[in-house]
Nanobody, 117 residues
Framework: QVQLVESGGGLVQPGESLRLACVIS????????VGWYRQMPGKERDMVAT???????NYGDSIQGRFTLSVDNARNTVVLQMNSLKPEDTAVYYC???????????WGQGTQVTVSS
């Protein structure tokens, strides 16, 4: 069983920063990929940033170097540092994990990020 608990969302002004954290609780399941997705109103869920078990990090095209993904292994936490936020970054952000054998996908409950002046 895998549980993902997100925190850190909120309301900020354009140009400000937010830090999202996802605490991963798991039993004996090995995870191949963990990361963040986001879903804007009326749109599909898109990849923001992911990291594989081989420490390969991928970022979505819209991020443009503004976000940084990191992993705190001691705390089983995946962190998304978001800088220079724009109104178009407004979305619900979801933590995601995929098992190493790619048979199971897990999602957190989501955290709202709103960028508005």
């Amino acid at each position: 069983q895998v549980q993902l608990v997100e925190s850190g969302g909120g309301l900020v002004q354009p140009g400000e920063s937010l830090r999202l954290a996802c605490v991963i609780s798991r039993s004996s399941i090995s995870l191949g990929v963990v990361g963040w997705y986001r879903q804007m109103p009326g749109k599909e869920r898109d990849m923001v940033a992911t990291i594989t078990e081989y420490n390969t990090i991928n970022y979505g095209d819209s991020i443009q170097g503004r976000f940084t993904l990191s992993v705190d292994n001691a705390r089983n936490t995946v962190v998304l540092q978001m800088n220079s936020l724009k109104p178009e970054d407004t979305a619900v952000y979801y933590c995601n994990a995929v098992s190493s054998d790619k048979t199971k996908t897990y999602w957190g409950q989501g955290t709202q990020v709103t960028v508005s002046s």
